[in-house]
């Protein structure tokens, strides 16, 4: 009997450790840029917008600001194979007459207080430099552009949560959230895609 009891008790300290190690800050971000990337043809505007995953594999840990370029150039994960950041590729094509376009970013976040994010240009220079993420606000993703017919632009978005140097789990360690990207041309008309956690 006391062995039996011995390995109940043991089972379930091992069940409430497993429990813990996963519950922080798992974002596992599925991409839906196939779904939602519709391109809206009016008044010469033709123009698509593409969300890609690069690197989302990981459960995110916090990071330090400053070293979220590192993170990202050793493919979004630290020395012991931990989550750094996210990145996605974020491609607009110009199929219809030249416009000029104004980008901005919108996240609906639930439980998660320290997220932040950064955008990088095609020659992986800072576009828009580190950002805390806003729930529910418009954010820019950088300067406007401009695109003739048949040209495109493509973008990095690095998503990370910056560290507290302390415990944080209670405040980041069960969220979730949604995005979504939108590029507005001249005359209003715009094209959004949108992705998530889970």
């Given amino acids: 009997m006391k ?76 020395d012991q194979q931990f989550g750094a950041c996210q990145a996605y590729n974020i491609h607009v094509v110009n199929s219809g007459d030249t416009m000029n376009y104004n980008g901005f970013i919108k996240f609906n976040v639930t439980d998660i207080e320290n997220l932040k994010y950064l955008i990088l240009d095609e020659d992986e220079n800072k576009y828009v430099d580190n950002t805390a993420i806003t729930s529910g606000e418009n954010q820019s993703l950088g300067n406007s552009f401009s695109l003739n017919a048949g040209e495109s632009r493509d973008f990095i978005l690095v998503i990370w949560l910056s560290n507290l140097n302390g415990p944080q789990d209670d405040v980041d360690g069960l969220g979730s959230f949604t995005a979504s990207v939108t590029y507005e041309a001249n005359g209003g008309s715009r094209i959004t895609g949108t992705f998530s956690s889970h």
Wanted: charged share 15%; with cysteine; net charge negative.
């Fill in 3 to 78: 062995k039996n009891n011995f390995l109940i008790a043991i089972s379930v300290i091992s069940l409430i450790v497993i429990l813990l190690g996963s519950t922080f800050s798992y974002f596992a971000v599925s991409v839906r840029s196939n779904q939602d990337a519709a391109a809206l043809t009016a008044l010469g505007f033709d123009t698509s917008v593409e969300i890609t995953a690069l690197y989302n594999d990981k459960a995110l840990i916090p990071m330090d600001d400053v070293d979220v370029m590192t993170g990202y150039h050793h493919n979004c994960v630290d």
